[in-house]
């Protein structure tokens, strides 16, 4: 994402013509009002000061040359006495696992995106998150836990309007409660600003329009229209099902040149 500062991070990645693994991980900032809800790493009620810290792994992979895919998996974790877990970092390892094994606290996240371009001129692009998505192994799961999901789905035709053109349409949903849990401090956020899409419990449709006929020019017109929720990063995460969006619903469009 662009939305958050730039920070300093480790990592490697390794590939050849169909297959490309990537590997990175960082310190991300120390969080001086952390608060678990659950009590696990800091007693309910209490605020104290915890380390945090990201860990992401991703496979891409080119199935032809016009259909190209990838899967991701990271975690942020940390707590007032929490150091590196080296079961985050070993490059091979698989997140979720070790949280079981260890029952280490952490905000596990799983992405899968693919891309399809048409003869056309055309393309399909998809990116779908799952933050937690609930499986109904026991009854009445799905009537009282929210899934926590993301989905972006883009389509973009070449000079379809003028000559040297992209014109794209793209919807977005974000659940309510996606990037959030329970302790504000394992939140895909740095210093304040979201590690992903800038805000969750919102729902937009964009259609832009970008011109590259100048080539000292580079130039886009964009129009977005939005619904957007009560809608804070910072939360901790509130394990009840709402209405999408929940809260005071701000409706608006946003027009860009």
């Not at 779908?128 to 836990?145: A, C, K, Q, S, W």
């Not at 740095?190 to 419990?201: A, E, L, M, T």
Request: some cysteine.
């Amino acid at each position: 994402s662009n939305n958050p500062y730039s920070f300093d991070h480790y990592g490697f990645s390794v590939c050849d013509k169909k297959i490309q693994y990537s590997f990175y991980f960082t310190r991300l900032n120390d969080m001086s009002d952390a608060e678990d809800s659950e009590g696990i790493l800091i007693p309910v009620g209490e605020i104290d000061i915890a380390k945090r810290y990201f860990s992401i792994q991703r496979l891409d992979f080119k199935i032809s040359n016009n259909f190209q895919g990838s899967l991701s998996s990271s975690t942020v974790y940390g707590g007032p006495n929490q150091n590196i877990e080296f079961s985050f970092i070993n490059p091979l390892n698989l997140y979720y696992l070790s949280q079981r094994n260890k029952t280490t606290q952490m905000n596990n996240f799983y992405q899968i995106g693919f891309f399809y371009k048409f003869l056309n001129k055309s393309a399909l692009y998809l990116d779908f998150l799952i933050d937690d998505v609930i499986i109904n192994n026991e009854p009445g799961m799905r009537d009282t836990d929210p899934d926590r999901l993301g989905l972006i789905i883009k389509y973009s035709m070449l000079d379809q309007i003028l000559d040297k053109s992209i014109l794209s349409l793209r919807y977005t949903r974000i659940w309510t409660g996606t990037y959030t849990t329970f302790r504000n401090f394992e939140n895909y956020i740095y210093f304040d600003k979201g590690i992903g899409y800038p805000y969750n419990n919102i729902e937009s449709l964009k259609a832009s329009l970008s011109v590259f006929s100048l080539k000292s020019l580079l130039n886009e017109i964009d129009l977005e229209i939005y619904r957007l929720g009560d809608s804070d990063l910072r939360s901790i995460f509130d394990n009840a099902i709402y209405p999408f969006p929940n809260g005071n619903v701000e409706k608006g469009f946003n027009f860009n040149v």
